[in-house]
């Protein structure tokens, strides 16, 4: 009997340590990532600033292991710093634009043309970014070398099979 409760005594230990952990993890997420459930609200999306740090982070660190000459690695400082100033300026564009749209939407009337139009000249802006970029990254993979290359298809492959 003495182990049965010996086990009992461990097991709700463990348990009890285990729901406390979860409750303390839940909470800090709750206040740093604005919660889990956004009720009938909007998706944040990804407009915080450590998103922007983290994706700079992961070319840097893809970069890294490619090796890049003096070239490439000027051309890859263009890419990065035109991503970079995109991020940065898109943050502010954004959180203009939320601010706009809610304070229309707070309106007993609001101009939905307006806010339709708004949206439309930030799809396009956004596409004219994307296709700059898509240009830039053109550029640098043809002045990538073989091994290079395939070190880049390579990680691609490996990502596309991991989500399908």
Same mark, same amino acid.
């Given at each position: 009997?003495?182990?049965?409760?010996?086990?009992?005594?461990? %097991?709700?230990?463990?348990?009890? +340590?285990?729901? #406390?952990? %979860?409750?303390?993890? +839940?909470?800090?997420?709750?206040?740093?990532?604005? %919660?889990?459930? !956004?009720?009938?609200?909007? !998706?944040?999306?990804?407009? !915080?600033?450590? /998103?922007?740090?983290?994706?700079?982070?992961?070319?840097?660190?893809?970069?890294?292991?490619?090796?890049?000459?003096?070239?490439?690695?000027?051309?890859?400082?263009?890419?990065?710093?035109? #991503?970079?100033? !995109?991020?940065?300026?898109?943050?502010?564009? $954004?959180?203009? &634009?939320?601010?706009?749209?809610?304070?229309? &939407?707070?309106?007993? +009337?609001?101009?939905?043309? $307006?806010?339709? %139009? &708004?949206?439309?000249?930030?799809?396009?802006? /956004?596409?004219?970014?994307?296709?700059?970029?898509?240009?830039?990254?053109?550029?640098?993979?043809?002045?990538?070398?073989?091994?290079?290359?395939?070190?880049?298809?390579?990680?691609?492959?490996?990502?596309?099979? +991991?989500?399908?």
């Amino acid at each position: 009997m003495k182990i049965r409760r010996r086990f009992y005594f461990i %097991g709700g230990s463990i348990l009890l +340590a285990m729901l #406390i952990t %979860g409750f303390g993890l +839940a909470a800090v997420l709750e206040n740093s990532w604005g %919660g889990f459930r !956004h009720g009938k609200g909007f !998706h944040r999306g990804f407009g !915080h600033k450590d /998103v922007g740090e983290f994706v700079l982070w992961r070319l840097d660190k893809q970069m890294k292991e490619l090796n890049l000459t003096k070239g490439q690695q000027d051309k890859y400082n263009q890419i990065r710093s035109n #991503i970079e100033k !995109h991020l940065t300026e898109g943050m502010d564009d $954004r959180k203009a &634009m939320m601010d706009t749209f809610h304070g229309e &939407m707070s309106k007993d +009337a609001p101009d939905v043309s $307006r806010l339709v %139009g &708004m949206m439309k000249t930030k799809i396009d802006e /956004v596409s004219g970014i994307m296709g700059e970029n898509l240009d830039l990254v053109a550029g640098f993979y043809k002045s990538l070398d073989v091994d290079q290359k395939n070190k880049i298809l390579n990680e691609i492959r490996d990502r596309m099979d +991991a989500h399908h």
